[in-house]
């Protein structure tokens, strides 16, 4: 899927924050969140990205595009399961 295509429910901005905020602002928010929702990400830090494979797997919840478009961070979108 296109990113560009994808509409979010949320968008939730982290840019700036370190591990572990992030992550644990990402989880609070898909928390509050319907099955189904998208959350968009916006966040800087690179270790965010690599934290992300092993915390969908645990939520459950569904990786479904991000993007780089030069801005300098990373837009991620997430589906809540």
């Given at each position: 899927?296109?990113?560009?295509e994808?509409n979010?429910?949320?968008t939730?901005?982290?840019?700036?924050?370190?591990c572990?905020m992030?992550l644990?602002?990402?989880k609070?928010?898909?928390?509050?969140m319907?099955?189904?929702?998208i959350?968009?990400?916006l966040?800087?830090d690179p270790g965010?990205?690599?934290d992300?494979?092993?915390?969908i797997k645990k939520?459950?919840?569904?990786?479904?595009?991000?993007?780089d478009?030069?801005?300098?961070f990373?837009?991620?979108?997430?589906?809540?399961a």
């Amino acid at each position: 899927m296109d990113v560009k295509e994808i509409n979010a429910n949320l968008t939730l901005d982290v840019k700036g924050l370190s591990c572990p905020m992030p992550l644990l602002k990402t989880k609070k928010a898909l928390k509050g969140m319907k099955g189904g929702e998208i959350v968009e990400i916006l966040v800087t830090d690179p270790g965010f990205r690599k934290d992300l494979p092993d915390f969908i797997k645990k939520s459950g919840d569904e990786w479904i595009g991000d993007s780089d478009n030069g801005e300098g961070f990373f837009r991620i979108y997430l589906k809540k399961a």
